[in-house]
């Protein structure tokens, strides 16, 4: 069962992945893709393409394989594929939520302005 409580780590697959696949298939994604180890303590989501529908893998003596459908909205899911994304729980929970996790900040670094 899915006890986000319990899980320190979640790694976004970012872009967009065939949900069609199960178990096996994702965890050759995360492997040779991401080149993450499935057997993390971590949770794995993965999005479809239409951005309505993502799937989770957890490893629990075992794995788990979640599945969760939005009716009517869509995520605001991060499109860049270059690599997994880490967020925290309170990300993932705003992403269900339908806000945004961004990847980089939309502000300027002010270092080395000085004002006299």
């Known amino acids: 069962m899915l006890n986000i409580n319990q899980i320190n780590t979640v ?19 995360v492997k040779t893709e991401l080149n993450l180890d499935p057997y993390e303590k971590a949770l794995f989501v993965f999005c479809n393409r239409q951005m309505n529908k993502l799937k989770v893998l ?36 705003w992403l269900l ?12 670094s002010v270092e080395g302005k000085k004002h006299f």
């Open 97 to 108: 939520k339908g806000y945004e996790v961004r990847t980089t900040s939309k502000f300027e």
């Open 58 to 93: 957890q490893f629990d003596n075992g794995f788990w394989l979640h599945y969760y459908r939005l009716d009517e909205n869509k995520f605001k899911w991060p499109i860049n594929k270059e690599e997994a994304l880490k967020v925290d729980i309170d990300e993932l929970k």
């Open 11 to 29: 790694y976004l697959a970012c872009g967009f992945v065939d949900l069609r696949k199960s178990i096996d298939g994702l965890m050759i994604i």
